[in-house]
């Protein structure tokens, strides 16, 4: 049953997107401009999110910390090539009660200043090196047009912050952290994303390199989910973050920073999700299976609480939708919420000693005989469900990869439908700047991949690296 | 061994306080006035407070959201009893870039506007009811004078928010709460706090009454740990959240609030703590259990990993310091730092077929032999440490609980050492007055007990209520 709050996806993709957050109970707007709610169900995924990518990080040796999110003027002016990228989107604080502040206050964009102010007093010697740290808070940045996690002037993150005594060991971490948003995306969220290098147009500001994580929509635009930061020692000298070497010499720390947001959820909604809803892939489901009893009987109950204490008992979370609203009802609101899994126990289905079967990815019905090990048979379907998940994932991403020779074959991509367009460049900005005049396509990343063509797409000259082009969120 | 980074307790509390503070690295200044690092050994007692606490939320029903930090002015002035009380405190963000907002923006010292709002929104009918909401937020206070978890410019906490279709429902749930909140001092923190309703004068800003959970530092001094509110329908006839009731009439809902934040680790502290640095009660410690081994020897390595992955798998979270410092070093450390139990395996030892355990709460080693069963020790002895631990705070507050029948007894009390005072009292707010200028002692909670006196503790007219008085923090 279509869901008439969802415009189809389509007919108006931008309006599907929103259609979805609302109808799955994701978010909303609020009386903060350019703020949004994070509503239950959303922030059950993030609190998914940053349950499995915590774990992660700690055992790769990292710790959490907690920093300010108030920063002085002066000492945020430090690192200029930092400020000048985000003086334009940063909300300051001057007052308190009615009194003015003496200097203003940064709401925390960004806290590469406060990180490494800490530094500065803690690191004296290689022996206090690595720092391994991450920090888990809310960011803020002007943005002028807003759409729920995909775009928002307040929205959550995590920031690793790391400094290391050699060179080695911090690029090291900037692609060691790199492969776990990578491995994130590809077994937790289903999303086969692509990762590489960002050119030194797009890179972030005042970063030797920065590695990103891409992944392409279903509309066949790029969101970039997840970057990875090596700063060399520019940061560690505007801050002074300096270190006793093991040949006793004084030297300056090298400086690593590594990002995912909520936007996560924005890309989940617009690589899985369908004119049906919201599609959850199992594994970042908050609750991967609901239980719908149907009809009023002892039996139903009974294998209701009996299916559902077994999956709890396999950690498999899963809740029973014992509300007094309509079988119907509660299927659609299942569907909407992308539930992976839904078991629904009829009492005319147990006469036949049969239960149903939904699956959200397909929308397919399975008929079951009650008796079924049903640990066994969720536990196997979520995992098909996963794997299917990220094979039509990939699909998609592969019928909508290109490769362009020339302008033109750019241009007659960009005008058909946007995807992930592979071309070859030759590392002028200048042909970089004349390629965003078509559509806004920007290099997304430049990959490790075997070249195909001797020549830049753009200017012809010598290529010298195989980038991908796209169009982006 | 005194560790000299830490002031005597009984010397200087304040001072030692702060000292156990840094030594155990739990937090730091940074260049933002009156706001602090928490630092990783500090932020790991947080998260282990936030996942108990939320895990309990949860199984009451409560499920987690997230509201913006900035709060437009107009929206905020709409409950004047609320702001009256916050104005001072208020930060303001004024500006984006070098642009003037046309509205100031106050930054979240509290949430029940954005609650209200949003509430207005999604609150139609009584089956919308309850929404059992909670946040886990940073929010700002300019505070004048702060110190570390205790007061702090930005701090970390929990408010949950509440509406219900009946006051009944309502009220249940604000006792609940506050039992939540007693439990887990009582059963997590080993903290015999004591719970009561606060006077006029001391509830919330705005609130019908508040209960509140107080405990009882070491010198005496008392510290708010963990309020509940209930507002009635004063918040929601402000901010216009109305449903219509099961006889299908418009009613506004009745609504709660309670939190708890970062102050509970300087509860922990001052509850806790001694000479030598931290004691974390087994229950909050992040990782209760280290094994030093010392000696270079296989047999040694061999027993601490066969430990440590014993303990682990047990869910006893354990790390073994094989740092390159020295045993005394890491003895020391994992002193200062609080941890519970600490096994030391030296090759010497292992020679008599034995290993030391050593308690941190007492200080006291045990020569244990090596084949032990580990998991038993070692689990029966955290118990063991977790009770003693509680028995310690519940004498120390024994001892420092008075009863006052004149102002003369409170005088004299309070000029010897502050506690928490036993008195009764008429009611009338002139004579919490009154005895404010006794050294700032203020009224803590009334509490359901028998009384102890027919007059006021003050005025000596007839007293209403069995009240708790003390200095705060």
């Given at each position: 049953?279509?869901?008439?709050?969802?415009t189809?996806?389509d007919?108006?993709?931008?309006?599907?997107?929103?259609?979805?957050?609302?109808?799955?109970?994701?978010?909303?707007?609020?009386?903060?401009?350019?703020?949004?709610?994070?509503?239950?169900?959303?922030?059950?995924?993030w609190?998914k999110?940053?349950?499995?990518?915590?774990?992660?990080?700690?055992?790769?040796?990292?710790?959490?910390?907690?920093?300010?999110?108030?920063?002085?003027?002066?000492?945020?002016?430090?690192?200029?090539?930092?400020?000048?990228?985000?003086?334009?989107?940063?909300?300051?604080?001057?007052?308190?009660?009615?009194?003015?502040?003496?200097?203003?206050?940064?709401?925390?964009?960004?806290?590469?200043?406060?990180?490494?102010?800490y530094?500065?007093k803690?690191?004296?010697?290689?022996?206090?090196?690595?720092?391994?740290?991450?920090?888990?808070?809310?960011?803020?940045?002007?943005?002028?047009?807003?759409?729920?996690?995909?775009?928002?002037?307040?929205?959550?993150?995590?920031?690793?912050?790391?400094?290391?005594?050699?060179?080695?060991?911090?690029?090291?971490?900037?692609?060691?952290?790199?492969?776990?948003?990578?491995?994130f995306?590809?077994?937790?969220?289903?999303?086969?994303?692509?990762?590489?290098?960002?050119?030194?147009?797009?890179?972030?500001a005042?970063?030797?390199?920065?590695?990103?994580?891409?992944?392409?929509?279903?509309?066949g635009?790029c969101?970039?989910?997840?970057?990875?930061h090596?700063?060399?020692?520019?940061?560690?000298?505007?801050?002074?973050?300096?270190?006793?070497?093991?040949?006793?010499?004084?030297?300056?720390?090298?400086?690593?920073?590594?990002?995912?947001?909520?936007?996560?959820?924005?890309?989940i909604?617009?690589?899985?999700?369908?004119?049906?809803?919201?599609?959850?892939?199992?594994?970042?489901?908050?609750?991967?299976?609901?239980i719908?009893?149907?009809?009023?009987?002892?039996?139903?109950?009974?294998?209701?609480?009996?299916?559902?204490?077994?999956?709890?008992?396999?950690?498999?979370?899963t809740y029973?939708?014992?509300?007094?609203?309509?079988?119907?009802?509660?299927?659609?609101?299942?569907?909407?919420?992308?539930?992976?899994?839904?078991?629904?126990?009829g009492?005319?289905?147990?006469?036949?000693?049969?239960?149903?079967?939904?699956?959200?990815d397909?929308?397919?019905?399975?008929?079951?005989?009650?008796?079924?090990?049903?640990?066994k048979?969720?536990s196997?379907?979520?995992?098909?469900?996963?794997?299917?998940?990220?094979?039509?994932?990939?699909?998609?991403?592969?019928?909508?990869?290109?490769?362009?020779?020339?302008?033109?074959d750019?241009?007659?991509?960009?005008?058909?439908?946007?995807?992930?367009?592979?071309?070859?460049?030759?590392?002028?900005?200048?042909?970089?700047?004349?390629i965003?005049?078509?559509?806004?396509?920007?290099?997304?990343?430049?990959?490790?991949?075997?070249?195909?063509?001797?020549?830049?797409?753009?200017?012809?000259?010598?290529?010298?690296?195989?980038?991908?082009?796209?169009?982006q969120?």
């Open positions: 049953m279509k869901n008439d709050a969802i189809s996806r007919v108006d993709f931008a309006k599907w997107y929103t259609d979805v957050v609302r109808a799955a109970k994701l978010a909303d707007y609020t009386s903060v401009k350019g703020c949004i709610a994070i509503e239950p169900n959303g922030y059950a995924i609190e999110i940053q349950s499995i990518m915590d774990k992660k990080f700690k055992e790769l040796g990292h710790v959490n910390i907690q920093l300010p999110l108030l920063i002085p003027e002066k000492l945020f002016n430090k690192e200029k090539e930092l400020i000048e990228g985000f003086a334009p989107e940063l909300i300051w604080a001057t007052e308190v009660g009615d009194k003015k502040f003496d200097e203003r206050l940064a709401i925390r964009s960004t806290s590469e200043t406060l990180f490494c102010d530094y500065k803690h690191v004296r010697s290689h022996k206090d090196l690595p720092k391994l740290y991450n920090q888990w808070c809310n960011v803020f940045r002007y943005e002028k047009e807003t759409r729920p996690f995909l775009r928002s002037r307040e929205f959550l993150w995590q920031e690793g912050h790391t400094v290391h005594a050699t060179e080695e060991e911090a690029i090291k971490e900037t692609y060691q952290m790199m492969d776990v948003y990578k491995w995306n590809h077994e937790i969220l289903a999303i086969p994303s692509i990762t590489g290098i960002k050119t030194e147009k797009e890179k972030f005042g970063a030797e390199f920065t590695i990103t994580n891409e992944d392409l929509m279903y509309n635009v969101l970039q989910d997840g970057t990875s090596y700063f060399g020692q520019k940061f560690s000298k505007a801050y002074d973050v300096k270190f006793t070497n093991k040949e006793n010499k004084e030297e300056y720390a090298y400086y690593t920073t590594w990002g995912k947001t909520t936007r996560a959820i924005a890309a909604i617009m690589v899985h999700a369908d004119d049906y809803g919201l599609v959850l892939p199992p594994r970042i489901a908050p609750k991967p299976v609901v719908i009893p149907i009809g009023e009987s002892e039996e139903v109950d009974k294998l209701s609480n009996e299916f559902k204490d077994k999956l709890i008992s396999n950690d498999i979370m029973i939708d014992d509300s007094d609203k309509s079988p119907g009802f509660k299927f659609a609101e299942a569907e909407v919420n992308g539930i992976p899994v839904r078991i629904e126990i009492k005319r289905d147990l006469e036949n000693n049969t239960i149903t079967i939904a699956r959200r397909t929308r397919e019905k399975i008929t079951v005989d009650k008796d079924v090990d049903i640990v048979y969720v196997d379907l979520l995992e098909t469900i996963q794997s299917d998940m990220y094979n039509r994932a990939l699909e998609k991403r592969e019928s909508l990869t290109f490769e362009a020779h020339n302008l033109e750019m241009e007659k991509i960009l005008n058909t439908q946007p995807g992930f367009i592979h071309a070859m460049w030759c590392g002028d900005e200048a042909c970089e700047d004349r965003k005049e078509i559509k806004g396509c920007k290099s997304r990343c430049i990959v490790d991949e075997e070249k195909i063509d001797d020549k830049c797409v753009c200017c012809g000259k010598e290529a010298k690296h195989h980038v991908i082009w796209g169009i969120y």
